[in-house]
T-cell receptor, first 115, second 111 residues
Framework: AQSVAQPEDQVNVAEGNPLTVKCTYS??????LFWYVQYPNRGLQFLLK????DNLVKGSYGFEAEFNKSQTSFHLKKPSALVSDSALYFC?????????????WGAGTKLIIKP | DTAVSQTPKYLVTQMGNDKSIKCEQN?????MYWYKQDSKKFLKIMFS???????INETVPNRFSPKSPDKAHLNLHINSLELGDSAVYFC??????????FGPGTRLTVT
């Protein structure tokens, strides 16, 4: 079965430190992988994606993610965290069974950046 | 201009009522979705729709029905509202690059 796992419900990081939000996936074919961010009382915003090509992808707000096929992971990273990065982060993978390109979503990871 | 908009932002209603949530997009995307986000922030796809195909998540009660008057709109109609329908509902569209664009959400409270 296709699935996405975000093993941490919450990640706490001090401002200025590097951050990592973890995501692992399980799909039978080539994955299309995505990260989204949700600020309080807002809709989700697209951050970055991996479809093909370079394993390291760069996205909005200084975030990047590394696709690791052998570990089936797509961890989100940022070299230096800002308090404004505090939000809920979702990893998603395209559902290969669906012709409308539905996404299978992780449960979300709450990122808290402390000043 | 807001790319994906939803109305209303808040909706409070009583059990048994019928309500609709409207979604409009000005991105020209062909595919639109409705999601339900519960109190634990878990996202559940309810429907996906393009001008050719409606795909319904099999776990969605048939009290929920999407209606698309034109390519820019995908409204969500809910009959006989129940307490468990209380949630935030998001409309989204999909670009040709596969990423999705979300509306601001509609917080539905059923009393």
């Amino acid at each position: 079965a296709q699935s996405v796992a975000q093993p941490e419900d919450q990640v706490n990081v001090a401002e200025g430190n590097p951050l990592t939000v973890k995501c692992t996936y399980s799909v039978s074919g080539n994955p299309y992988l995505f990260w989204y961010v949700q600020y309080p009382n807002r809709g989700l915003q697209f951050l970055l994606k991996y479809i093909t090509g370079d394993n390291l992808v760069k996205g909005s707000y200084g975030f990047e993610a590394e696709f690791n096929k052998s570990q089936t992971s797509f961890h989100l990273k940022k070299p230096s965290a800002l308090v404004s990065d505090s939000a809920l982060y979702f990893c998603a993978v395209r559902d290969l069974r669906d012709s409308n390109y539905q996404l299978i979503w992780g449960a979300g990871t709450k990122l808290i950046i402390k000043p | 201009d807001t790319a994906v908009s939803q109305t209303p932002k808040y909706l409070v209603t009583q059990m048994g009522n019928d309500k609709s949530i409207k979604c409009e997009q000005n991105l020209g995307h062909d595919t639109m979705y409705w999601y339900k986000q519960d109190s634990k922030k878990f996202l559940k796809i309810m429907f996906s729709y393009n001008n050719k195909e409606l795909i319904i998540n099999e776990t969605v009660p048939n009290r929920f029905s999407p209606k698309s008057p034109d390519k820019a709109h995908l409204n969500l109609h809910i009959n006989s509202l129940e307490l468990g329908d209380s949630a935030v509902y998001f409309c989204a569209t999909r670009s040709g690059g596969y990423e999705q664009y979300f509306g601001p959400g509609t917080r539905l409270t059923v009393t």
